[in-house]
């Protein structure tokens, strides 16, 4: 066991509590056990971290009501985070059930799901909450049996001592609540660990296989009206004039109204992103009524001009100006060519990368592009609100309440402490649900109709409407000396509107000569986080530049990037090199050994591999492609994933699964392009998603097994399906793939 | 506005309702019945299959009139105690992530079982070829209808 004394100073407190009907609530703030997240990641996190509260309930019957504090979007934190608790109280998981909390930040942390970080900021603290109550009965079970506490034990929730005394956790609950808080306990080594580590089924399964309201959408009160916006119909464009006297006539109308969202000036928070500033909405009684009566509308838009922002910051107040250019996938294309070829924003330089390039026995120079990507959520974005003089009630599905809440407390002029914010599940996030625009124009919608209001977006709004993946590109060049060794390496990457470079990734660090620069191309189409972003165009274009330099060298691609790797190791080259090259490695070791790679019995298959670090975690990725119906198909996967330990093993695989799926499909056939600003994909008809026929047929998860602390896996597995897919394809035509979404260039070339 | 009763899952629901409502709209909002998703309202993704006289429609293009009448089966009757195979072979399969789309998932799958007792996996991706999961779920939507039709079979051979 590790002795962790936790610093319970003045800044950190741990409160316990009687509850009615007598039971024990550890409320437990552990701001010293933090460690901000990786600031290197696309999610920047708020200014102040609050601190972080874990909840335990144990009633006298021997009840364990475990509170879960982030918002859960499939990832499965609802199960996962309170097994960590519960490994530590020492329960039976079968006495456990789990409760999503409310929106309290001194309680419960930052409660924000995203960045892949709930694994990485919630480790220490839960552990610690669990470690500290299972401290506390023992404390009260020593007092009543007047036994040295250290000779007492406990066992899935049973209290016992040599002389044959034993309790049950809910019978000595009520005393520990008035035991002093310990300053130290003792947490569990890896080794003894019995829920952590070991697969737990979805607390929520059965409400999801029932059918029982849990999504947002899900979310209803009596006398609540139902709200939808009508957006501008493209990007750069704003209302000019409405007429709504067919829409009020329409049965179940109340009101159609125009709305601002941020008045000029309005300080935005750094997630405050929204498409379009003047609301124009219709609000009446029914879903139905109202999608209905919207298509009555007669809306007049004209050009929006420039658009002038205010953004605040911890650095003060920045204005940004966002131009008003009516965009097309063409023009954008052709904008991002003369920015390439401009001076850029010098990013890393190590040594002489332009003299190593100009003596280079070979040069090999590629450019890659991927096009914006919308986030598709099953559920469509929507939030219920309802806004008095006094105080809010907003519901819904959202990744992170701490960051939209002094947005909403400016918009309403309420306190905070008057405006609440309830999390359900969410139908899927993926980085949409971090941007909460949603939820301030739920509230004044509310405060304006004076009424409770679910606000809508239908999937053409959603789709139409969003924070997009940007529009990437990137030109990679490799120089190579006269014995093929990879002498100089230098990436050049921009987008629209931010580059998708990350300057400290290998292959930084493993070659001698190395140069990355960025540019970027301001605009008014709104992007944000989409599972990692930056790192799934850069391991789609990366992974499959290595690949074609690994043949440049005569090398095979695992054995190309192991060398790298440890070239990186032993001598590496400058300095901030983010990731840990023996992680990396491992990865690509434990991928090519359960792959079978380059041994027999494979021969059928198309193979592609491709490894990524991004969100702290390590992944490979194997894909096995074959030509199905004249089309290319993956129908085996191997993925290999370091994310140090796995507290919920099968939970786990079937995210990476999921990611494995999802990278499939959008390096296939995701892709968001613009006409004159006007989104030209609207719904699934024309913005195709993977199907259950073009899923793999299996896709085998392995995971690095060591007892470093647990990471995420939101992302991480994600970026490299891009490239491993792309270098499969490469096998599979004989010529490689540069542009995303891969389906258009391979059905060109057929 | 047309006087519609509504049978879902065994139950009668006297609504007022425009007769060119989807039967989506009329099962979430007049019958308050939420397990029925919405996804994109236009027959491309399958979250809101229920069952109409044991077919299984998308209730986002079915016309509430078209209803009236006859059996409307949501996720919330498929069983009584959510013990039908494939809820069941759900949960053991842990299939879910997000969640949103598995009730037309499992309504689509329903019918799949009852047509065809021992799907193979080109029968599976035939008949859930509609219904998208953008979470990926889609391997243990195969797994769990296997094995749902292993529970199905024993169910059977019992009874
Ligand atoms: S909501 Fe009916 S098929 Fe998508
Ligand atoms: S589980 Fe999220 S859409 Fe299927």
Redesign the interface.
């Known amino acids: 066991m590790n002795n962790d004394k936790t610093a319970l100073d003045r800044r950190s407190f741990l409160k316990a509590s009687l509850i009615s009907g007598g039971g024990l609530m550890l409320s437990v703030s552990w701001l010293s056990s933090f460690k901000a997240a990786d600031k290197t990641e696309t999610l920047n996190l708020p200014d102040q971290w609050a601190q972080l509260n874990g909840y335990i309930l144990i009633t006298a019957d021997n009840k364990v009501k475990l509170i879960c504090p982030n918002p859960e ?4 934190v609802m199960t996962s985070l309170p097994m960590i608790v519960a490994e530590e109280l020492d329960v039976d998981w079968k006495n456990v059930t789990v409760e999503m909390g409310p929106h309290d930040e001194v309680k419960l942390g930052p409660q924000f799901t995203g960045g892949s970080n709930s694994m990485k900021m919630y480790w220490k603290p839960l552990r610690e909450a669990g470690a500290a109550a299972r401290q506390m009965l023992r404390e009260a079970a020593a007092q009543t049996w007047n036994v040295p506490v250290g000779e007492v034990t406990t066992k899935a929730g049973i209290l016992s001592h040599s002389n044959g005394k034993s309790a049950k956790y809910g019978d000595m609950a009520s005393k520990a609540a008035s035991v002093p808080v310990p300053k130290e306990f003792q947490l569990k080594a890896p080794k003894d660990f019995t829920i952590v580590r070991h ?1 737990k ?2 607390v ?3 409400k ?8 947002g ?2 979310y ?1 009160v009596d006398g609540m009206l139902i709200a939808m916006i009508q957006h501008p119909p493209a990007f750069g464009m704003k209302l000019k004039s409405f007429d709504a006297a067919e829409t009020l006539k329409m ?1 179940g109308i109340k009101d159609v109204f125009t709305l601002k969202l941020y008045e000029d000036g309005f300080e935005q928070g750094g997630f405050d992103t929204r498409t379009f500033n003047e609301l124009l909405v219709v609000v009446g009684k ?4 109202v999608m ?1 009566a919207r298509k009555k509308l007669i809306a007049n838009w004209e050009a929006a001009g420039d658009l002038k922002n205010t953004i605040g910051g911890r650095n003060g107040k920045t204005e940004v100006t966002v131009p008003g250019t009516i965009e097309s996938t063409r023009t954008q294309l052709q904008q991002m060519q003369e920015y390439a070829a401009k001076p850029a924003q010098l990013l890393r330089k190590d040594v002489d990368p332009e003299a190593a390039f100009t003596n280079a026995a070979q040069v090999i120079e590629r450019t890659y592009n991927g096009p914006f990507l919308a986030h ?5 974005m929507n939030f219920f609100a309802h806004v008095t003089d006094e105080k809010a009630l907003l519901v819904g599905p959202l990744q992170a309440p701490g960051w939209i809440e002094p947005t909403l407390a400016k918009l309403l002029n309420l306190p905070a402490d008057k405006i609440e914010i309830q999390m359900t ?5 993926f980085g949409r649900r971090a941007y909460g625009h949603y939820l301030s124009e739920a509230a004044l919608i509310s405060r304006k109709v004076k009424a409770p209001v679910k606000l809508m977006y ?2 053409e709004d959603d789709m139409t409407y969003g924070i997009y993946r940007p529009m990437y590109t990137a030109t990679y060049r490799a120089a190579l000396d006269a014995n093929k060794n990879l002498i100089a390496f230098h990436v050049k990457g921009g987008g629209i509107p931010e580059h998708p470079i990350h300057a400290n990734r290998f292959p930084a660090g493993a070659v001698d000569h190395y140069l990355a620069e960025g540019w970027q191309i301001p605009s008014n189409i709104t992007i944000g986080a989409f599972r990692a972003p930056r790192s799934n165009f850069n391991a789609a274009a990366e992974q499959s530049f290595l690949d074609e330099v690994a043949e440049a060298a005569g090398k095979d691609p695992i054995e190309f990037r192991l060398e790298l790797l440890k070239r990186a190791k032993e001598k590496p080259v400058g300095k901030n090199n983010e990731y840990d090259a023996d992680r990396y490695a491992g990865v690509l070791e434990l991928v090519r050994d359960k792959s079978n790679w380059n041994k027999a019995g494979n021969e059928k298959y198309n193979r592609g591999v491709a490894a990524y670090f991004c969100h702290n975690s390590y992944a490979a990725h194997v894909v096995d492609m074959v030509t199905r119906d004249g089309q290319p198909y993956v129908e085996r996967v191997f993925s290999a994933i370091d994310c140090g330990i796995v507290i919920n093993p ?2 786990a695989t ?2 990476v ?6 990278g499939i ?1 959008n390096s296939f056939y995701g892709a968001l392009t613009h006409k004159d600003g006007v989104p030209q994909q609207s ?3 024309n913005y195709r ?5 073009e ?5 085998d998860v392995h995971f690095v097994q060591n007892d470093l602390d647990p990471t995420g896996l939101g992302e991480p597995p994600f970026p490299p399906v891009f490239g491993a897919v792309a270098n499969a394809l490469y096998k599979m035509k004989g010529r490689r793939f540069y542009n995303q979404p891969f389906k258009e260039e391979v059905e060109k070339v057929i | ?1 047309a006087k519609i009763t509504l049978n879902i899952n065994k139950k009668e629901y006297p609504m007022e309702a ?1 007769p060119q ?2 039967l989506l ?1 009329a099962i ?3 019958a ?11 027959a ?2 399958g ?1 809101c299959v229920v069952h109409l006289d044991g077919e299984a429609v998308r209730s986002c293009v079915t016309k509430v009139s078209r209803a009236a009448g006859k059996q409307v089966v ?3 009757g498929l069983s009584e105690t ?1 013990s039908h195979p ?2 069941l072979a ?2 053991e399969i ?10 037309g998932q ?1 309504m689509s799958a329903a019918v799949l079982l009852r047509e065809k007792p021992d799907p193979t ?1 080109q029968d ?3 008949a ?2 509609g ?12 797994k769990a209808i296997h094995l749902a039709a292993d529970m199905q079979k024993k169910t059977t051979t019992k009874g």
């Open positions: 979007f499939g990832q499965n697969s089924k979805n929520e399964a059965q999801i296989v029932s059918g029982k309201p849990v999504f959408l899900d209803s049965p029914s879903t139905w009524e209905n598709n959520c099953m559920e469509p599940r969410m139908g899927g996030g239908t999937r099968d939970a079937n995210m699964q999921g990611a494995v799926v999802d499909g719904n699934f008809h998603m993977i199907r259950i026929h899923a793999p047929k299996s896709i | 506005m425009d409502m989807p709209w979430r909002d007049l308050g019945l939420k397990g029925t998703k919405y996804g994109c309202g236009v491309q993704c979250a949501t996720i919330e959510n494939a809820q759900w949960q842990d299939v879910p992530q997000c969640g949103y789309c598995h009730s499992i996996d599976i991706d035939d859930m070829a219904n998208i999961c953008r979470c990926g779920t889609y391997l243990r939507i195969r």
